[in-house]
């Protein structure tokens, strides 16, 4: 079972993560990793944040001479920061520490800030914002990039692009070569593989830049190469659909998913939303003539590109505040403004890819297990000999 945590504060001294139950052997490439964590960090409508951090992966367990080695693995992002915050927020108490601190007490509507308060019984919601964040997704995205490092064993891709900002939408499918290339593209101010629908979007985040507002938008994310086979009908806390939608619902600020184009089909007749079955003699595999189910028939993989998207609504944070009552006043106030990004919808992607192949390598291990890469490399062959004989 591959099982992970994170821990730490937007602006506290890191953020760490803990990996448990990869096996021994995965070739831990700290360049794709340090990848990774900057792909996280672009995008056009960040705030001032992103020209501080520059985020690496520190790993002080787990992995030795370049190797996972079935040891738990725990990592370290510094937060640059921090330095800025020390006094804001010191580990212990001291003297006239109440005076530097910086405290929020008008709570943004959409952000945690107020049901955190109210949960935690501060009557400030400082140390809620800084944990609730979505600065975490730094921790995410190094989990994610050593599941994507163990999947790459097997041939699993995993890449993401953006469907829609605001109210700019991708009218068109893209292919698996334009996403891939749009991953690699470090330029695209919004990973959409469309450069015309981009300029448009780039245009939609401009307008919410001048009038203090914020949009949110569509990401996609598809991973190729997986086996069928993957996830399990037989309880509902096994079906894999839940668990990525679980997985990317609890990326901050997305508040719906959807495997494949499960939002439509919905809408359509039966026989236009099922896709049809056929032999391809030549793989010696079943496939389908259409993708609209998303990769997942019962909540196990059916070999399909599996596909998963995130709806995030608009940062709460606005420099245009909306108004709020005082957690102490109760007064009728503007919420709380101090910089902020205004659209995150590339860096949402990038987290989403970390969560779905977090989701889909315990998927993976789940069937196949294995203390060493080369044991669940055997059964994974193994299984691969089962299909061709099916
Ligand atoms: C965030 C607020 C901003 C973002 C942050 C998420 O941080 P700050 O308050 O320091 O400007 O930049 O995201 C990141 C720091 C990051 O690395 O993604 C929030 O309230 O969620």
Known sequence: MLRFVTAGESH???LVAWVSGLPAGVLVDMEFIGRELHRRQLGYGRGGR????????????????GKTIGAPIALRIENRDW??????LPVEDSEGAEDSQRHLTAPRPGHADLAGAQKF?????????????????????????????FLREFG?????????????????PATWDEI????????SPLRCVDPETQARMKAEVDHVLRAGDSVGGIFEVVARGLPPGLGNHGQWDEKLDGLLAQAIMSIQAVKGVEIGTGITNSGSYGSEVQDEIRYDNSRKRFDRSSNRAGGLEGGITNGQDVVVRGYLKPISTLRRALLTADMNTKEAVKAAYERSDVCVVPAGGVAGEAMVAAMLAGAMLEKFGGDSIEETRRNFDGYQRQLDNF
């Open 83 to 88: 330095k800025n915050w020390e006094k804001a």
């Open 12 to 14: 506290g001294q890191a």
């Open 121 to 149: 019984n501060f009557h400030d919601a400082r140390y809620v914002l800084e944990r609730a964040s979505a600065r975490e997704t730094a921790a995410r995205v190094a989990v994610g990039a050593l599941a994507k490092l």
């Open 156 to 172: 699993v891709t995993i890449v993401s692009h953006t469907i829609a900002v605001g109210h700019v939408r991708l009218e068109r």
């Open 50 to 65: 992103q020209r501080i951090e520059k985020d690496q992966a520190e790993f002080l367990s787990g992995v030795r001479h």
């Open 180 to 187: 891939t290339a749009i991953c690699e593209d470090l330029e």
